[in-house]
């Protein structure tokens, strides 16, 4: 079995004249987290959409543990999915609705499925409540119970954590977190802490194009760089610098103290372990030390 839940090959999607997706080749990995990154109207939808088997790539190819996903039947039983707009249909109780959609899916014991999904999202106590009824949050997580039913090898969510309050919200990263390692799960979403608390690597998109692909590692250069919260003392940025290993040293503010270093030729816990213990030999006393840029740094530096 390949090690590859989804490949995306130079694939293009076109709406009449508008290039929606231009030439975006991916891979993510079983098992993963994998995050879809970028602001409106970066590709993020449709290239979603695709991997679904919901469109077709105009160009280029798609494939989705190991079968063409616009193919019928291609994905049962392997998929789940969340889309960003998903919409409950009414006159139905929840309960009823889920167990409906687990027959259709050839789960067995449909009624424990159903039950065991609510419960996961935090709604067992809904199980006998009017569709029409639910708040915006309430029907989100009905229809993520949908998605993770009968635990499919491969999740796909589309802004799950969207118009709910913090306390579910945390809840459900926690579902995803737990799924990490036994089921390989693609987050696109415009919250990037979200992200980056939750995702194991990221393509970052942009006008329809793949401007960065990578580990969350990667995309935030912690192998390249840290920064020291200075709770008091006289930074001296020449010795800062001539430390092996370090690139350069800046102070952002008055408090913040910015390195950059060799990550290829010097482990980073012996560069960060130097320029700390200098700090402190010289009266630098320290409040914390945080690896790489935050993504939403990175993200807005590359849209």
């Not at 590709?43 to 077709?56: D, E, Q, V």
């Not at 190819?61 to 409950?88: H, I, W």
Request: with cysteine; proline share 5%; charged share 20%.
């Amino acid at each position: 079995m390949s090690d590859t839940a989804i490949e995306l090959v130079e694939v293009s999607r076109r709406f009449g004249p508008k290039l929606a997706v231009d030439g975006v080749s991916l891979r993510i990995q079983r098992g993963e987290v994998y995050g879809l990154i970028g602001p409106n109207g970066a590709g993020k939808t449709t290239t979603f959409a695709m991997m679904c088997g919901y469109l077709k790539p105009s160009q280029g190819s798609v494939r989705v543990m190991g079968v063409e996903p616009t193919q019928e039947g291609a994905l049962k039983g392997k998929l789940g999915v969340l889309p960003q707009d998903a919409v409950l249909p009414g006159n139905w109780k929840v309960g009823a609705l889920l167990v409906y959609w687990a027959s259709l899916s050839g789960l067995a014991g449909p009624e424990g499925e159903a039950r065991g999904a609510l419960e996961k999202v935090g709604l067992a106590e809904a199980w006998n409540v009017e569709t029409h009824a639910l708040s915006h949050g309430m029907a989100k997580r009905v229809a993520l119970a949908q998605a993770l039913m009968g635990r499919p090898p491969l999740v796909l969510l589309d802004e799950p954590t969207a118009g709910m309050d913090p306390k579910i919200a945390h809840q459900v990263r926690q579902v995803i977190q737990e799924m990490r390692g036994q089921q390989t799960v693609v987050v696109s979403s415009h919250n990037l802490q979200e992200l980056e608390q939750l995702c194991d690597a990221a393509a970052i998109l942009d006008r329809g194009r793949l401007v960065q692909a990578g580990s969350l590692a990667d995309l935030t250069r912690q192998t390249a760089e840290f920064r020291v919260q200075v709770a008091r003392g006289t930074v001296l940025l020449p010795e800062v610098q001539a430390l092996a290993g370090v690139v350069s040293a800046r102070l952002e503010g008055e408090s913040l103290l910015h390195v950059r270093f060799d990550g290829e030729a010097h482990p980073p816990e012996e560069v960060i372990s130097r320029v700390v213990g200098h700090l402190l030999q010289t009266g630098v006393l320290i409040l914390g030390v945080s690896r790489g840029q935050r993504l939403e740094e990175r993200v807005l530096q590359l849209t």
